[in-house]
Structures are given as C-alpha cells and as structure tokens.
C-alpha cells in the first residue's frame, strides 16, 4: 500500500524558513517522480516543485530561488526546504507522487499525502 505523510509545517514569521517531510511507503522513489503542491483556503491547488527519479528539479516561478526540493531514495523521502517566506505562501502543502513527461511536464498520480498546514504570519 502506497502511502505519503508529510509534515514539518507550522507557524512562521515572514522572511523566516521552514523545511517540510514527506515520507513514502514501499519503493515508489525508484519508479515515480515526486513533488509538493499547495492549496490556499478559497484557491485551486497549485503545483509547486517537482522532482524526477533522476534528481531533474522544475520550480513555480513563485517559488524560484526561495525553494529548494531533493530526495533521500534511501529514506524514501522528499523534502521542501522553504526559504524566505513570504504571507502569500501560507497554505496546506501536500506530497503527491506521479510522472514527468519527455516535455517535462508533471502528471500527478493519485497518491497524496494528508497535507501539512504552512502559516506565515507576524
């Protein structure tokens, strides 16, 4: 049984990092790619950051040079360290395994995590 938990969310001030944790079930790191997506209260869910079995990253441009994704195969995990924060980032951040196409774009799989809450505030 596949199963994604993610943690590692909190309450942080803006300018301040967080590093989230995603932990997978079974041996899905060697076939799936993985990344992280985030869903704001009132907002579609947005693709955030993605990562091939072959450690190929893609970023939202939202998040470029403040975000960073990697992949512990060993471990079977997959983290987000969140750097520079900003109030906008705040939402529930979900782990999710699926595909990178030869064009590099992601297709999500149905395997999701329960998601981790990310609150950036003064």
């Not at 596949?2 to 969310?9: C, I, Y």
């Amino acid at each position: 049984q596949v199963r994604l938990v993610e943690s590692g969310g909190g309450l942080v001030q803006p300018g301040g990092s967080l590093r989230l944790s995603c932990a997978a079930s079974g041996s899905i790191f060697s076939i799936y790619s993985m990344a992280w997506y985030r869903q704001a209260p009132g907002k579609q869910r947005e693709l955030v950051a993605t990562i091939t079995s072959g450690g190929n990253t893609n970023y939202a441009d939202s998040v470029k040079g403040r975000f960073t994704i990697n992949r512990d195969k060993d471990k079977n995990t997959v983290h987000l360290q969140m750097n520079s924060l900003k109030p906008e980032d705040t939402a529930v951040y979900y782990c999710n395994a699926g595909e990178t196409l030869i064009t590099a774009d992601y297709r999500p799989l149905n395997y999701w995590g329960q998601g981790t809450q990310v609150t950036v505030s003064s």
